[in-house]
């Protein structure tokens, strides 16, 4: 069996189940449901994330769900995040804050991400985030975030990589993941290859770049993507024991 068979292999195992999908669109219509009990009809809610993205894998995912207010609204973004905690404080929810979402966690580590913005305008692509850690907001695009993994064509990549994330409990947030896979694909002639374009990205990894690497928002270039730099040494050197292995079933799972 070849590496791309194997990884194949390894895909199928990780497709979510028709069940989970459902019980994911269920507990967004029911917190849609709540939120607009609030806010009405005014805000627009998609999904993001790796739903968004389809990049979930089995082994490991939650659920990001974002809310963008129209740019005729007159409160702040961090009034808009405040109230929409209060919101889903009020109907039951467990709400911890996070930098730009709001988490909603559940058993067994499964939680669900709500991320409240104020859309630029009325095509809704811009939104003006809070940042609840810093006090001050970012401008930027889930939708440009969708579609730079969506048209890039890495998303079976980047599940492959969640699956090595996973393996060497590396605490490496998804967005940086994905745009990493992109910058060491660039210019690949091909992605068929699953083994081929694995083995680049570990080679990338492995290298002197990921520790100087500058990543940028691909909808705001004004916006760095975090990689700490002991998380990026972390990274090398699991990127280098992995190439130093002789099967896949050690590398990836």
């Not at 973004?77 to 996070?98: D, H, M, P, Q, W």
């Not at 990589?161 to 990493?180: D, Y």
């Not at 990921?210 to 990026?232: K, Y």
């Not at 992995?242 to 099967?247: R, V």
Request: positive net charge; proline residues 3%.
């Amino acid at each position: 069996m070849t590496g791309h068979e194997y990884l194949q292999k390894v895909l199928k195992g990780q497709e979510m189940r028709p069940e989970t999908i459902e019980m994911l669109q269920n507990l967004r219509n029911e917190i849609e449901g709540k939120l607009r009990s609030t806010f009405g009809s005014a805000p627009r809610f998609y999904y993001g994330g790796s739903y968004g993205k389809n990049t979930m894998i089995r082994e490991s995912f939650d659920l990001d769900i974002v809310i963008y207010f129209p740019n005729s609204e007159a409160r702040t973004c961090k009034a808009l995040y405040t109230r929409v905690e209060e919101s889903l404080v009020n109907t039951g929810f467990i709400v911890k804050r996070k930098n730009v979402a709001l988490r909603l966690p559940y058993e067994g580590g499964f939680y669900i991400d709500i991320v409240p913005g104020k859309a630029q305008d009325s095509s809704y692509l811009y939104a003006t985030l809070y940042l609840s850690e810093v006090d001050s907001t970012r401008q930027t695009s889930i939708k440009k975030h969708i579609d730079s993994v969506r048209k890039s064509n890495i998303r079976e990549i980047v599940k492959l990589m969640k699956l090595w994330r996973l393996r060497n409990s590396l605490e490496w947030s998804s967005f940086a993941l994905e745009q990493t896979v992109i910058r060491a694909l660039v210019g690949s002639r091909t992605l068929a290859d699953f083994g081929d374009s694995v083995w680049k990205v570990l080679g990338f990894m492995a290298s002197q770049q990921m520790l100087t690497v500058r990543l940028d928002d691909p909808a705001n270039t004004n916006n760095i993507i975090d990689i700490p730099l002991p998380l990026r040494v972390s990274i090398r050197a699991f990127a280098t024991q992995s190439l130093a292995k002789s099967n896949w079933q050690e590398i990836i799972w």
